[in-house]
């Protein structure tokens, strides 16, 4: 059996608004539609997946993280916190079971555009947080998304 790591973003952005504390209405949360799967899921790619990765000096699994945000959804965003628990789901790939492990980071937006998305994602929206869980495919992207619920609490307004 294979193993993979992978690293991604579970990405929030703060909607304007005239008080400073944050609450679930004026977070949107960033979500996309992969365009083999068709799965609900959270930026992510493997660690490591990247041509300067081949240059002799590793990529960092913050950097593979930022990297794959920006690639898949067009925003840039910075990282606040690791999550505690990985993400890990056994998949099969052209008959060959895999083990997967996913290090996902809470990160606020900085800038960028959805629309400039890469072609691995048929879609990427913006949500809030009452509709991530009902659009989100995958229980290990769902309990991320409980545990990083947890951490926005945290983050300055």
Known sequence: MTREFSAGGIVFRKIRNPKSEIRKNNV?????QHSQH??????KGFIGDHPSAGSGQAESTEEAALREVEEETGVKARIIEKLKNPATYFYVWKGEKR?????YFLMEYIKGDIINHDFEMSAVEWLPEEEVLERLTYK???IAFQETLQLIHKVPS
Do not use: R
């Open 140 to 142: 290990s992207d769902k």
């Open 28 to 32: 949107l949360w960033l979500v996309c």
């Open 99 to 103: 083990f997967k492990t996913v290090y």
């Open 38 to 43: 068709k799965g609900w899921v959270f930026p």
